[in-house]
């Protein structure tokens, strides 16, 4: 992803935007958060993560990285930032302070990267069967994977479930995909996938993963 000095409020989000908090320290699930406002060149107005339940113990001054999937300029965005507001009332949330510059990653869908990553397949009638695969490249529109055996047809619906690394913490994606293509491997089978519709964290998720993998080729 290239650097740039685009203003926040450029990127024309909108409240509920999904966004990923990563503070030092912190490596699970729990910096999830919500966009719930700004104002240009004030500070940003977000839901304070919470912990099994209440809100995460936080404090002023400390710094964080965010991350999210801007919709309308299609691409990932990342940037660091400090709290400069803690509110409990009327609900827990959080004041950030604008960033001085973000990182901006614009991937076509069509765009795959190489990769080797053990995916868990769900298929057939209520996808109550299930296998191993590797899928050997990715994109925001589709992947394509080698099994040993995968017992679909062209036109059918799977799930796919995979964990990956982005920035160092783990995260479980788990898409609706369409076969498009199937082909005899050495040893198994080729597996052409188109995605459905996906979660906006599985979207973030899938394309920081995507862009972190082409920028390694």
Request: charge should be positive.
């Amino acid at each position: 992803m290239e650097e740039k000095h685009t203003r926040f409020e450029d990127l024309r989000l909108m409240p509920g935007q999904p966004l990923q908090l990563d503070f030092e320290g912190y490596t699970s699930e729990r910096d999830r958060s919500v966009l719930i406002g700004y104002r240009a060149g004030q500070s940003i107005i977000v839901t304070t993560p919470l912990v099994n339940g209440s809100p995460m113990v936080l404090k002023l001054g400390a710094s964080l990285a965010v991350r999210l999937f801007a919709t309308q300029m299609n691409c990932a965005c990342a940037f660091r930032t400090e709290i400069i507001h803690i509110s409990r009332a009327p609900y827990p949330h959080l004041h950030l302070a604008m960033p001085g510059s973000m990182v901006l990653g614009e991937v076509r869908s069509s765009v795959r990267a190489k990769v080797s990553l053990i995916a868990s397949v769900h298929y057939g009638e209520n996808f109550s069967q299930k296998c191993s695969a590797m899928i050997k490249d990715l994109s925001l529109g589709g992947a394509r994977l080698e099994a040993k055996m995968l017992p679909v047809e062209v036109g059918e619906t799977i799930q796919l479930t995979a964990q990956v690394a982005v920035s160092g913490i783990e995260r479980i994606i788990k898409l609706d995909a369409i076969v498009r293509a199937i082909t005899k491997e050495t040893g198994g089978v080729g597996v052409g996938l188109q995605f459905q519709t996906m979660s906006d964290s599985d979207r973030i998720t899938l394309h920081a993963y995507v862009l972190s993998n082409i920028h390694r080729q």
